[in-house]
């Protein structure tokens, strides 16, 4: 099983970012601990949303495209 997950940082809720990860609360662990530089500016955070894939590929296709321009406003709409 492969998760696409939205976090949503606590400290500045408009910010959210957006990931894949076989183990989701390993993931959020990690996030919070600040072992990414993508998110450790803005943590702690929180899961807004997680879809479980079982193929790997679709999961990685799916975040691919919530991180586009449509992506964004798809999930600003429905998420």
């Known amino acids: 099983m ?4 939205i ?8 910010r959210f970012y957006t990931g894949t990860t076989d183990n989701l609360q390993r993931r959020l ?6 072992e990414s530089i993508h998110t450790n500016k803005h943590k702690p955070w ?3 949303t997680y879809i ?3 193929n790997h590929e679709k999961a990685d ?8 321009g449509n992506g964004r ?4 709409k429905r998420l």
């Open 7 to 14: 976090l949503q940082s606590e400290v500045e809720p408009e």
């Open 46 to 48: 929180k899961i807004k």
């Open 61 to 68: 296709d799916f975040e691919a495209f919530l991180k586009t």
């Open 2 to 5: 492969k998760y696409v997950y």
């Open 73 to 76: 406003i798809f999930c600003k």
């Open 52 to 54: 479980a894939f079982e």
């Open 29 to 34: 662990k990690e996030h919070n601990a600040g």
